[in-house]
């Protein structure tokens, strides 16, 4: 069974650091893409960032490009967001998902508040 | 990037009607290698979104067939038959073609 965990969330400061992890499981995880999908409070669905299995070519929107790092490690099954001057906007649940879509975590939220 | 627009934003049913939701985007979504990556969400309350359908038309494991999808190019339908409680919530189409991924805005599906 495909398990996705992330972990990570919590309450930080505008402009400060946060790295997200999600540890996946029930798969090869070193065979897929993976990737990062955000929702801020009653809102929609936001794309965020997608790393190739090697993790040599990674893809971002505008929105958190220069700011945002998403990395992993194949020998231990786990991806990564490292999100750096962090904005109220980025305040979301965020999801760790297997491409396209096909599976989701449970989420951590991300609260940026002073 | 490429828009995608969800009609409508909410429907109200009775169970055991069907419904349609429209998903329209803003360029083709047919990939370079002929395939289209159009995928079908529902969100349920509280709840972590789950892929309903992948590539226009194609049931994960475990949907039901009163799902259906159709469409190609720039249009897409998702059709449910036979409503039932457990289909109630958040409908998003997705297009995985183009970076960056998009979502549509999602149609609230509740009980009349």
């Known amino acids: 069974e495909v398990q996705l965990v992330e972990s990570g969330g919590g309450l930080v400061q505008p402009g400060r650091s946060l790295k997200l992890s999600c540890a996946a499981s029930?798969?090869?995880?070193?065979?897929?893409?993976m990737a990062w999908v955000r929702q801020a409070p009653k809102k929609g669905l936001e794309w965020v960032a997608t790393?190739?299995?090697?993790?040599?070519?990674?893809y971002y929107p505008d929105s958190v490009k220069g700011r945002f790092t998403i990395s992993r490690d194949n020998a231990k099954s786990s991806l990564y967001l490292q999100m750096n001057s962090l904005k109220s906007e980025d305040t979301a649940t965020y999801y760790c998902?297997?491409?396209?879509?096909?599976?989701w975590g449970q989420g951590t939220l991300v609260t940026v508040s002073s | 990037d490429v828009v995608m627009t969800q009609t409508p934003p909410s429907l109200s049913v009775a169970i055991g009607q069907s419904v349609s939701i429209s998903c329209k985007s803003s360029?083709?979504?047919?990939?370079?290698?002929?395939?289209?990556?159009l995928h079908w969400l529902l969100q349920s309350s509280g709840r972590s979104p789950k892929r309903l359908i992948y590539?226009?038309?194609n049931l994960d494991s475990g949907v039901p067939d009163r799902f259906s999808g159709t469409g190609s190019q720039k249009d897409f339908t998702l059709k449910i038959s036979r409503v039932e409680a457990k289909d109630l919530g958040v409908y998003y189409c997705?297009?995985?073609?183009?970076?960056?991924?998009?979502f549509g805005a999602g149609t609230k599906l509740e009980l009349k």
């Open positions: 998902a297997k491409p396209p879509f096909a599976y």
């Open positions: 029930g798969f090869t995880f070193s065979n897929y893409y």
């Open positions: 790393i190739s299995t090697s993790g040599s070519r990674t």
């Open positions: 360029q083709s979504l047919v990939y370079s290698d002929g395939k289209t990556y």
């Open positions: 590539q226009v038309s």
């Open positions: 997705a297009q995985t073609t183009h970076f960056p991924y998009t």
